[in-house]
């Protein structure tokens, strides 16, 4: 059965583990992506280039054609970047927020977390957004195809997405191209959600922020006290020195007039206390133990001459 704290932690570091998954499973669709596109593929052994034979539908031979494929890889290699961005991000921050779960450390040490986790969360939100919007607006710059006599023009370039999508279009029977079209897409839609996930990170973050004192703390204020999570770990460090119970009585012999001589006999004597001096805690420190010094008393009945008061 999980503890309360377990479980606490596990929701804590379920953002960071929500922006490594979103950032696997672009990886993975663009992997599929290019499987996909590049497997259809055939490849000019003059030139070196990758080119496609198209036949148009309902169509002979005769009309078939040849078109030369050249791929701007721009927006791919910024998604792919901003995954790599995502792998190290999201890491980071579980190692921030594992670090951060229980205040062990020295407040300077928890705010460079503090710091580290905000700072690349804020790159990683912002890194996300810029290539997105980069990614849109060069796939709606770039002009596709129209009609059957735009696919057999020369020096066309464009990105995967827009080759994909438009052989899918004009070629129904490319089921590949499909796949590929659909793949790049979400690739690319998927970005938002990476951004999202970044900012559900600062949920995790405010979380162990606001226990310590919130945004005061971070800027070097003292802040709220939330040091032990309950009483025993205030204890000093080393084994705890044993309690002896309250003390008991003493006994001490005094010699007791009889016919036959002195016989002794056990009184109890009070034992009395003193105020102990305050012994500091340390962790190589013994502890040093005080107990009750009894006072002797002399009986009355045992007293020397000497010792007699004399009356002049």
Wanted: hydrophobic share 40%.
């Amino acid at each position: 059965m999980r503890t309360p704290n377990g479980c606490r932690v596990l929701l804590l570091l379920l953002p960071p583990g929500l922006l490594l998954a979103i950032a696997a499973l672009t990886n993975i669709l663009e992997s599929i992506s290019k499987d996909n596109f590049e497997d259809s593929l055939d490849r000019d052994w003059r030139s070196g280039g990758r080119q496609l034979i198209l036949s148009r539908p309902g169509g002979t031979a005769s009309n078939d054609t040849t078109v030369t494929i050249d791929i701007n890889n721009v927006p791919i290699y910024v998604v792919l970047g901003l995954c790599i961005l995502g792998y190290g991000v999201g890491l980071l921050s579980a190692a921030g927020i594992w670090q951060l779960r229980r205040t062990e450390g020295t407040a300077a040490h928890e705010r460079k977390w503090t710091w580290v986790v905000f700072v690349v969360n804020i790159v990683m939100v912002g890194a996300s957004l810029g290539g997105f919007g980069y990614a849109t607006s060069v796939q709606s710059s770039e002009k596709s195809w129209q009609n059957y006599e735009d696919v057999g023009q020369e020096d066309q370039e464009y990105t995967r997405e827009t080759w994909a999508c438009q052989i899918s279009k004009f070629y129904p029977d490319r089921n590949w191209a499909g796949t590929a079209c659909g793949t790049t897409k979400a690739m690319r839609f998927l970005l938002i959600p990476m951004a999202v996930a970044a900012l559900s990170i600062f949920l995790s973050l405010w979380v162990l922020v606001r226990a310590r004192g919130g945004v005061k703390w971070m800027f070097g204020g003292k802040g709220r006290y939330a040091g032990f999570a309950n009483v025993y770990e205030m204890r000093p460090p080393g084994p705890p020195s044993p309690y002896a119970g309250p003390p008991g009585q003493q006994w001490i012999q005094q010699p007791w007039p009889t016919q036959h001589g002195q016989q002794w006999v056990g009184q109890p004597v009070q034992q009395q206390w003193a105020p102990q001096p305050y012994q500091p805690w340390g962790p190589q420190q013994p502890v040093q133990q005080w107990g009750p010094q009894p006072v002797s008393q002399v009986p009355k009945s045992d007293a020397a001459v000497e010792q007699r008061p004399v009356f002049g």
